[in-house]
C-alpha cells in the first residue's frame, strides 16, 4: 500500500508516520506546507537518510519513503503526487490552533476547506481507493455537565472560527460521500498529548514554562474540561480506521479521560516537583468552550479498537520525553527548527 500523508510534519502526522515506519511496510508520501506548526525534526531520526529528488522533494534511499514540500491547495501539485499509484490519503494537515483562529481566520478556511476541497477533487478524479479526513471533537461545540459525551449523531455547533472551519470541511467530505460515492471517512479526536506537540499547546506549553520556572497561563477558572488521548493511541486509532472503517461513516476517538484543565496543570508542577504559585489566571479566550467529552463506543465496537494507555503513565512519559528532548524544545523556541529542511536539502 502507497499512502499519501499530508500534514506529515505536524504533531499528529509526524507520530502516525513514526509508528507506520515502525510497525508496516507501506510506503509514504509526506506532504507537508511546513508552517510554523510543522516540523521535520519530528521524523528525522526514523527516514534520515533523504536525498533531492527535484524541487522540493527529497526520498529515502529504498523509495518508502518521500516527503514533498508544497500546499494542500496546490491542486497541480496533489494532483501530480497522486499519480504515483497512491492508494490512500489520511488528511492531517489543518490549521488547528484556537487563538490564532480568533485572531485571524483567513488561513483556516484556506487549508480546512479549501484544501480539503482540492484533496477531495483530485483524489476523485485519480480513483483513490480510501480518504481520511481527521477532524476534531471540538465541531460538535460544548457539554454542559450533566451531558452525555458527544456520539456521531450529535448536530455540528463549532464555537471558533477553528472548529467551524473544521466543521465545513467534513460536511464537504460527507457531500462528496453522498453525491459521488466517493470513500471518504471521517475521524473526529479528544485532545491529544505526547512527543513532538507544538507548545502553544496546553501541556507542552506548561512542561516548557514550568522547567523553566516561569509563569503558567490559565485560561478563565481553569475549570473547562476535556478528554485527553495519548496521541500513540489515536495513531493506533486511524491506522484502524484505515483498514476496517466503513465508508462514509464517522468514528469518534476518545480516551474516556475526562480532566480539568487546572488538574492537568496541577500534576505537571506534581511531576515535576514545581510550587504552585507559578499558575496564573488569565482573561479567558472568547467562546471558550466548557466542556468536551467523547463517545468511543462506535470505533471499539465495530472495529474493535480502544485505548490503551492510562492518563497518568502518559503524561509522566510526556514530561519525561520533554525533559529529555531539551533542544527540540530550544529549536522551537528560537526558530531554528524553520531552517531544518532547508540545511538538509542543500547538503544532500
Not at 1 to 8: D, E, P, Q, R, Y
Not at 277 to 301: C, N, Q
Request: with cysteine; hydrophobic share 35%.
Amino acid at each position: 500500500m502507497k499512502i499519501l500523508v499530508t500534514g506529515g510534519c505536524g504533531f499528529i502526522g509526524s507520530n502516525f508516520i513514526r509508528m507506520l515506519l515502525a510497525e508496516t511496510d507501506v510506503s509514504l508520501i509526506n506532504l507537508d506546507k511546513l508552517t510554523y506548526a510543522g516540523n521535520p525534526e519530528n521524523i528525522a531520526d526514523v527516514v534520515p537518510e533523504l536525498e533531492p529528488s527535484g524541487e522540493n522533494i527529497l526520498h529515502s534511499p529504498d523509495r518508502k519513503y518521500t516527503f514533498v514540500r508544497g500546499d494542500i491547495c496546490n491542486r497541480e501539485l496533489v494532483a501530480d503526487i497522486l499519480s504515483d499509484d497512491v492508494d490512500a490519503i489520511i488528511n492531517f494537515a489543518a490549521e488547528s490552533h484556537v487563538d490564532r483562529s480568533i485572531m485571524s481566520s483567513d488561513e483556516f478556511v484556506a487549508t480546512n476547506i479549501r484544501g480539503v476541497t482540492n484533496l477531495l477533487d483530485c483524489a476523485r478524479e485519480k480513483n483513490i481507493q480510501r480518504f481520511i479526513q481527521v477532524s476534531t471533537d471540538e465541531v460538535y461545540g460544548t457539554l454542559q455537565p450533566d451531558d452525555p459525551p458527544f456520539r456521531e449523531t450529535n448536530r455540528l455547533q463549532p464555537n471558533s472560527p477553528y472548529s467551524a472551519s473544521k466543521a465545513a470541511g467534513d460536511l464537504i467530505c460527507r457531500s462528496y460521500f453522498r453525491t459521488h460515492c466517493f470513500p471518504v471517512i471521517i475521524t473526529r479526536c479528544s485532545n491529544n498529548y505526547g512527543p513532538y506537540q507544538f507548545p502553544e499547546k496546553l501541556i507542552p506549553l506548561m512542561i516548557s514554562n514550568a522547567l523553566e520556572d516561569s509563569k503558567l497561563p490559565v485560561y478563565g477558572d481553569g475549570m473547562q474540561i476535556r478528554d485527553w488521548i495519548h496521541v500513540g493511541d489515536h495513531c493506533r486509532a486511524l491506522w484502524t480506521v484505515l483498514k476496517k472503517g466503513r465508508e462514509g461513516e464517522v468514528y469518534n476517538i476518545g480516551g474516556n479521560n475526562e480532566q480539568y484543565n487546572i488538574d492537568i496543570v496541577r500534576l505537571i508542577l506534581k511531576e515535576l516537583d514545581k510550587p504552585e504559585d507559578l499558575v496564573e489566571f488569565v482573561k479567558d479566550r472568547p467562546g471558550h468552550d466548557r466542556r468536551y467529552a467523547i463517545d468511543s463506543t462506535k470505533m471499539m465496537s465495530e472495529l474493535g479498537w480502544k485505548p490503551e494507555t492510562a492518563f497518568e503513565n502518559g503524561l509522566r512519559d510526556t514530561v519525561s520525553w520533554y525533559i529529555e528532548h531539551h533542544s527540540w524544545s530550544e529549536n522551537i523556541k528560537d526558530s531554528s527548527y524553520r531552517e531544518y529542511y532547508d540545511k538538509q536539502y542543500k547538503q544532500r
